[in-house]
T-cell receptor, first 116, second 109 residues
Framework: GAVVSQHPSWVICKSGTSVKIECRSL??????MFWYRQFPKQSLMLMAT?????????EQGVEKDKFLINHASLTLSTLTVTSAHPEDSSFYIC????????????FGPGTRLTVT | DAKTTQPNSMESNEEEPVHLPCNHS???????IHWYRQLPSQGPEYVIH?????VNNRMASLAIAEDRKSSTLILHRATLRDAAVYYC??????????WGAGTKLIIKP
């Protein structure tokens, strides 16, 4: 199956700093990628839809100025958490659909962000 | 509401079949049912999807009720590695997966 990677797999940062998370589709092109956040013992929550060459679409309640998404190529989307705070600590996961409708989605392994 | 309804948790013995139910009473005629699973501290993994007919692949089988208001994911012979949270999901009109709480499957050796 298709492979999606994320980097880093985990990161610890200090409050007020910014962190960039990369999501790559390794063996297919992804014009669309999805970013999710998952808190412990909870389900995935869609944050935004990343579109190659255009602005991301954010879900209601997600601050677009805080969670910057850049989808500059067909294989790479980045999520930057700006001015991170402890409440931003979470498991961040990206996915990309592949193939024709109804689109299987392939997920990255996730990035564990801890803000101290 | 686009979410589905699943039991919070289920237990099964190793090497026995597992039937994971899902209710999706608000499904429309063109909505596909997708199943994904998530092992601890990992990203979700695609399992199977279907529309009307029963579907089989190397991982599982999907049985869809004739009225499409429910479906059952069948793991034919569960192993310890199948312990995970299983999500039954409808895909919305924007091709986004709408995640419910899922079923935590516990496999007893």
């Amino acid at each position: 199956g298709a492979v999606v990677s994320q980097h880093p797999s985990w990161v610890i940062c200090k409050s007020g700093t910014s962190v960039k998370i990369e999501c790559r589709s390794l063996d297919f092109q992804a014009t669309t990628m999805f970013w999710y956040r998952q808190f412990p013992k909870q389900s995935l929550m869609l944050m935004a839809t990343s579109n190659e060459g255009s602005k991301a679409t954010y879900e209601q309640g997600v601050e677009k100025d805080k969670f910057l998404i850049n989808h500059a190529s067909l294989t790479l989307s980045t999520l930057t958490v700006t001015s991170a705070h402890p409440e931003d600590s979470s498991f961040y996961i990206c996915s990309a659909p592949t193939g024709g409708f109804p689109y299987e989605q392939y997920f990255g392994p996730g990035t564990r962000l801890t803000v101290t | 509401d686009a979410k589905t309804t699943q039991p919070n948790s289920m237990e099964s013995n190793e090497e026995e079949p597992v039937h994971l139910p899902c209710n999706h009473s608000t499904i429309s005629g063109t909505d596909y049912i997708h199943w994904y699973r998530q092992l601890p501290s990992q990203g979700p993994e695609y399992v199977i999807h279907g529309l009307t007919s029963n579907v089989n692949n190397r991982m599982a089988s999907l049985a869809i009720a004739e009225d499409r208001k429910s479906s059952t994911l069948i793991l034919h012979r569960a192993t310890l590695r199948d312990a995970a949270v299983y999500y039954c999901i409808k895909m919305d009109s924007n091709y986004q997966l709408i995640w419910g709480a899922g079923t935590k499957l516990i496999i007893k050796p």
